[in-house]
């Protein structure tokens, strides 16, 4: 079994879909009309949708939150570099992690948390 698809809700579609393009997705996919938007990340697309101040409070919860998705990097601290250089905002430099990888974390602009990892050979 494969994934794939992974959807992250943001506020603003064409703020999400600028910013998932500076950080080197390939746009595959993008409605005006169901305002969301696909992105090719390899093997697992990445789904945006927008989410309007009109929906319910449980699915405002889905704004704005640690997504537990992480892009694979080879080199993570010139990858860090890179995207804070064009405006990305991280909590902090890249941590090593006590089974030997890196990771660091970012936001998008509707505050969901996603990390780049480096994995160990």
């Not at 393009?21 to 390939?26: F, M, S």
């Not at 305002?35 to 990445?46: A, D, E, H, P, Y």
């Not at 860090?80 to 660091?104: D, R």
């Amino acid at each position: 079994m494969n994934l794939s698809a992974a959807r992250v809700f943001v506020r603003n579609i064409e703020d999400a879909k600028a910013f998932y393009e500076n950080i080197g997705l390939t746009l595959e996919c993008y409605s005006s009309d169901t305002q969301v938007c696909i992105f090719n990340t390899g093997k697992t697309k990445l789904i945006l949708e927008l989410l309007t101040e009109s929906e319910s409070n449980s699915e405002q919860s889905l704004l704005g939150r640690f997504t537990g998705l992480a892009f694979d990097i080879s080199d993570i601290f010139a990858k860090y570099e890179q995207l804070k250089l064009s405006g990305v905002e991280f909590s902090g430099q890249p941590e090593q992690q006590h089974w030997g990888g890196w990771l660091a974390t970012f936001l998008d602009p509707s505050g969901n948390e996603l990390q780049l990892v480096q994995y160990t050979d």
